[in-house]
């Protein structure tokens, strides 16, 4: 039986799920997400709890498992909190702004960057060297993220670039001098 899978969903107060068919649909005060349920995935709410169960042992049923529970976990969490990533850019001259929508980064090249968010994704900028990135969907914010990043990993050497916020980037050494 899979750990995860097991374990129940807890909906909290603000948050409304309903099922119809084999479509799950979670509101909550920050949106509302849908999700369609493969045969072979049961669910059952009851009360303040929705438990995940499947019809089978095949191999395919038990791999997903634990990934719809993990889902419509993530789907009620982002309905009720929301989901942030957040990013920095290190480097002397690397900054960003926001320009209507756009997101518009000076990332050491000899033009802008801008970036245009998906509709359903919140970009901040704090301060001029930080980034963050919120929206109710964890695959989208985490693709927007890595989306954002790809614009400059950060290099082994200085460690400039845009990285994650808790990111270590490990550094190299570079050329010694002739002996």
Same mark, same amino acid.
């Given at each position: 039986?899979?750990?995860?899978?097991? #374990?129940?969903? @807890?909906?909290?107060?603000?948050?409304?799920?309903?099922?119809?068919?084999?479509?799950?649909?979670? %509101?909550?005060?920050?949106?509302?997400?849908?999700?369609?349920?493969?045969?072979?995935?049961? @669910?059952?709410?009851?009360?303040?709890?929705?438990?995940? %169960?499947?019809?089978?042992?095949?191999?395919?049923?038990?791999?997903?498992?634990?990934? $719809?529970?993990?889902? @419509?976990?993530?789907?009620?969490?982002?309905?009720?909190?929301?989901?942030?990533?957040?990013?920095?850019?290190?480097?002397?001259? $690397?900054?960003?702004?926001?320009?209507?929508?756009?997101?518009?980064?000076?990332?050491?090249?000899?033009?802008? %960057?801008?970036?245009?968010?998906?509709?359903?994704?919140?970009?901040?900028?704090?301060?001029?060297?930080?980034?963050?990135?919120?929206? @109710?969907?964890?695959?989208?914010?985490?693709?927007?993220?890595? #989306?954002?990043?790809?614009?400059?990993?950060?290099?082994?050497?200085?460690? #400039?670039?845009?990285? $994650?916020?808790?990111?270590?980037?490990?550094?190299?050494?570079?050329?010694?001098?002739?002996?």
């Amino acid at each position: 039986m899979s750990r995860i899978g097991k #374990k129940p969903v @807890i909906i909290t107060d603000k948050v409304k799920v309903s099922k119809k068919d084999n479509t799950l649909e979670v %509101t909550g005060p920050k949106g509302t997400m849908k999700i369609d349920v493969v045969k072979g995935v049961n @669910i059952d709410i009851s009360g303040n709890e929705l438990n995940v %169960t499947r019809t089978d042992d095949t191999k395919r049923n038990r791999a997903l498992h634990g990934l $719809y529970r993990s889902l @419509i976990h993530n789907m009620v969490t982002g309905v009720n909190e929301g989901f942030t990533k957040k990013l920095e850019l290190v480097g002397i001259g $690397y900054r960003a702004e926001l320009k209507g929508k756009n997101l518009v980064m000076m990332l050491g090249f000899s033009h802008p %960057t801008v970036f245009a968010p998906p509709a359903d994704i919140t970009i901040e900028v704090p301060n001029p060297n930080s980034v963050l990135v919120n929206g @109710i969907s964890k695959e989208l914010v985490g693709m927007v993220a890595a #989306k954002i990043r790809s614009f400059r990993i950060p290099e082994p050497y200085k460690g #400039k670039g845009i990285k $994650y916020e808790n990111e270590v980037v490990r550094r190299k050494a570079g050329k010694t001098a002739a002996k």
